[in-house]
């Protein structure tokens, strides 16, 4: 008689216990799907703080580029008008009687000599310009690549949404 009410008492705990375990193993698959989505969410945070931070070196080097551009025209331009001003005493040295040949060609070394660095400065300029041109569209993909990661990460993160949302 004992070893029927063994027998049932263990298919009783054996069905008690079936259950039991099989929620542990629920809360456990529940558990390592919320820390790898927490893992995930780190990742992502991490990645968009590299990518800001990239951006915002992206945004200093191109201003630093504008900057320096716009320092060379003014200069650029500060050297044409002095070539003009030399060319307009030169113009006038050889129309003066009599003429000083020394000065005029004292003058027209400097024109020559002015004109030399004035157009390697147009060529520095040109190739700033360019500089500027790919530091732009690096700013401008970086800044997309940006924004894009913001939205993927709060479209991933229901709660970061509304509180976007709310302070929106």
Avoid at 10 to 33: C, E, I, K, R, Y
Avoid at 64 to 92: E, G, M
Wanted: hydrophobic residues 35%.
């Amino acid at each position: 008689m004992l070893a029927r009410h063994a027998a049932t008492l263990t298919a009783l705990l054996f069905l008690g216990v079936a259950p039991v375990a099989s929620s542990q193993q629920t809360t456990d698959s529940l558990h390592q799907t919320t820390d790898s989505l927490q893992h995930a969410r780190h990742h992502d945070a991490k990645m968009i703080t590299t990518d800001t931070v990239k951006l915002h070196r992206d945004i200093a080097i191109r201003d630093s580029t504008r900057a320096s551009l716009t320092r060379d025209q003014t200069a650029s331009q500060a050297d044409q008008k002095r070539i003009d001003s030399v060319k307009a005493v030169l113009a006038n040295e050889r129309k003066a009687t009599p003429r000083d040949t020394a000065a005029i060609n004292r003058n027209l070394a400097l024109v020559k000599r002015l004109q030399s660095t004035h157009d390697q400065e147009l060529d520095k300029s040109r190739q700033e310009k360019k500089r500027l041109d790919f530091d732009e569209k690096t700013v401008k993909r970086e800044s997309s690549a940006a924004l894009a990661a913001h939205h993927d990460l709060r479209a991933d993160h229901p709660a970061a949404s509304k509180k976007a949302t709310a302070k929106g």
